[in-house]
C-alpha cells in the first residue's frame, strides 16, 4: 500500500497558469513575431466584400476562438512540425484559461468546441484519435478558403503579411484586451504607419459597426498599445476651414523590430576576414 508522506501532503505546489503555457509555446518558436496574412483582416480590393475571416469573430464577439488561432499560428509559425501543433484537451484548456472557470472536464469539452469553431472557419482542421485526449491543430491559409497553409512571403499581394510580436503574449496583453481592441490592433498592424481608420467606413472595410470600431481604438489607447495625433486638412466651406482627422500607429512594444542596418564599420571588419583554408583563390 502506498502512503503519501506528512511532508508532500503539506508540499505546496507552485501554481501553473495559461500565461505559463502560452509562453512555454512561445519559446519552443524561433521567430520573434508571428506573421499573419493580411488577408485574414481584409481581403484585397477588387474581391467584391472586403471582409476578412476577422469579422466572424468580431460580430460573434468569439474572443476565446479568435485568440486561440493566433496562439495557434504562432504555435507553428517555425513550421518545424508541417504547421501543426498537438497537446492534450487538458493543455488546450489551460492555453485559452478555460480550465480557470470550469471543471477539468467542461474545460476539455470547452477547448475542443473552440477548436471546431476555427475548423468551421476553414482556419484549421483539428483531429482527435478515438478513445485519445490528445488534439492536433493544423493550420490552413488565414483567407478562409480551406487551401493548405504556407508560411506568407509577402512577395504578392496575396501573400503579405502583418506581424504580431511575442509580447503580446508574454506582457499578458491578451489577457486586457477585448474583441474590438484584438479586431483593431490587427488592422493597425495591417497597415501603413499613422493611419487614419474613419469609423464610418468600417462595416463597408471590415464588417463591423462604426462603435465596435471606436471602442477598439480607444482600448489599444487604455492600454497603452497604440498611439493617436491629429491631422488637419483644409476645408474651405467649414466653418473653421480645416477637418480634424486622428491617424493611429501602435507603439513601439507592438511592432516588429527593423533589421539592424550594416554599419561601415561592419562592412570593413568582414572584407578584412581572412579567407578559410583550402577556399578557391579565384573563379574557373
Known amino acids: 500500500m502506498t502512503t503519501t508522506s506528512p511532508a508532500k501532503r503539506d508540499m505546496h505546489l507552485p501554481p501553473v497558469t ?3 503555457a502560452r509562453i512555454a509555446i ?3 518558436s524561433v521567430r520573434a513575431t508571428v506573421p499573419l496574412r493580411k488577408t485574414f483582416v481584409q481581403a484585397n480590393a477588387g474581391k467584391g466584400s472586403r471582409h476578412g475571416p476577422l469579422r466572424k469573430f468580431v460580430t460573434s464577439g468569439d474572443l476565446r476562438g479568435l485568440k486561440a488561432y493566433l496562439l495557434i499560428v504562432a504555435a507553428c509559425s517555425d513550421g518545424s512540425k ?3 501543433t498537438t497537446h492534450d484537451s487538458a493543455v488546450w484548456a489551460r492555453l485559452m484559461d478555460i480550465d480557470t472557470s470550469a471543471t477539468p472536464a467542461a474545460a476539455r469539452t470547452g477547448a475542443w468546441r473552440t477548436l471546431q469553431r476555427l475548423q468551421k472557419h476553414k482556419l ?5 484519435p478515438r478513445g485519445s485526449t490528445m488534439i492536433t491543430a493544423t493550420l490552413l491559409r488565414e483567407d478562409g478558403s480551406g ?3 504556407d508560411r506568407p512571403t509577402g512577395k504578392t499581394a496575396e501573400d503579405r503579411f502583418l506581424q504580431i510580436p511575442q509580447a503580446f503574449w508574454k506582457k499578458g496583453f491578451d489577457e486586457q484586451i477585448d474583441i474590438p481592441g484584438l479586431a483593431m490592433l490587427l488592422v493597425i498592424a495591417r497597415e501603413k504607419p499613422w493611419s487614419p481608420f474613419p469609423a464610418e467606413r468600417a462595416p ?3 464588417g463591423w459597426s462604426a462603435d465596435t470600431h471606436l471602442r477598439g481604438l480607444n482600448k489599444l489607447i487604455e492600454l497603452d498599445l497604440a498611439e493617436r495625433r491629429e491631422t488637419y486638412t483644409k476645408a474651405p466651406l467649414s466653418p473653421s476651414g480645416l477637418t480634424m482627422t486622428y491617424q493611429y500607429n501602435l507603439k513601439p512594444i507592438m511592432r516588429p523590430r527593423k533589421p539592424k ?3 561601415s564599420s561592419d562592412k570593413t571588419q568582414i572584407s578584412s576576414q581572412p579567407s578559410p583554408p583550402g577556399a578557391a583563390k579565384g573563379r574557373r
Open 261 to 263: 542596418k550594416q554599419t
Open 82 to 84: 508541417g504547421w501543426s
Open 18 to 20: 495559461g500565461r505559463d
Open 124 to 128: 484549421i482542421t483539428c483531429t482527435r
Open 204 to 206: 463597408e472595410w471590415y
Open 147 to 149: 487551401e493548405p497553409y
Open 26 to 28: 512561445l519559446e519552443r
